[in-house]
């Protein structure tokens, strides 16, 4: 593909990606925007929205590739009861040393605050969903700003899909921030469905890999 901005090439995961994956997730996860300097650690979205997918499962990690730029990511796991025992053993322990506590207050006020995004990185068990039996693989994906409306998100999420397919995996569900109201219409012109334990406060969505 090959737009004004540069060609942009859907390809799998790279060791050398690591930094880029942590970059975008802190660049986009305040509602969709910058999260920089919202927690006292920049550090903290990526270790617990990115940067465990790409440890646990790089084979199930697909990046937009800019001619050398990273400029969104897509990242699953096709079995999250496996991924919350991995996590639980290898990364939690790790996560609430670096993190044993908040840090000291930014002049931001998250609704999603900094002693709830700890709580979250220490504790795997928040992703045991209902579903898991009909949705056992779940995903994160996000765009940088000028990566978005140009068809990326789509075959990120088709390629995802595909591969989860093709390891007899069903179906693949997400949360979502409630506040950024793009990502629900995108997922939702995607053919993705609430699931029954979706909140208001706390949105699931389910689709099935083919």
Do not use: K
């Amino acid at each position: 593909m090959t737009d004004a901005a540069g060609p942009s090439a859907i390809r799998p995961y790279h060791a050398g990606d690591r930094d880029a994956i942590a970059r975008i997730c802190l660049l986009t996860a305040a509602g969709g925007g910058d999260a920089t300097g919202v927690y006292s650690d920049d550090a903290l979205m990526p270790e617990v929205y990115a940067l465990p997918y790409v440890d646990f499962a790089p084979e199930l990690a697909f990046v937009v590739d800019d001619g050398g730029r990273i400029g969104g990511y897509v990242l699953g796991v096709a079995d999250t009861a496996a991924f919350i025992d991995w996590w639980t053993r290898e990364w939690a322990p790790g996560f609430r040393a670096r993190h044993p506590s908040p840090g000291p207050p930014t002049a931001h006020r998250p609704a999603y605050t900094e002693a709830q995004l700890i709580v979250d990185g220490g504790d795997p068990a928040r992703m045991r969903i209902p579903e898991l039996d009909r949705y056992p693989a779940h995903l994160h994906i996000d765009l940088l700003p000028e990566y978005q409306g140009r068809g990326l998100g789509r075959r990120l999420i088709d390629t995802l899909r595909a591969a989860l397919a093709e390891r007899g995996v069903p179906a693949v569900h997400l949360g979502m921030d409630p506040a950024n109201t793009r990502a629900r219409a995108f997922y939702e012109r995607l053919g993705f469905h609430e699931l029954p334990s979706s909140r208001v406060d706390a949105p699931r969505l389910g689709i099935a890999t083919r």
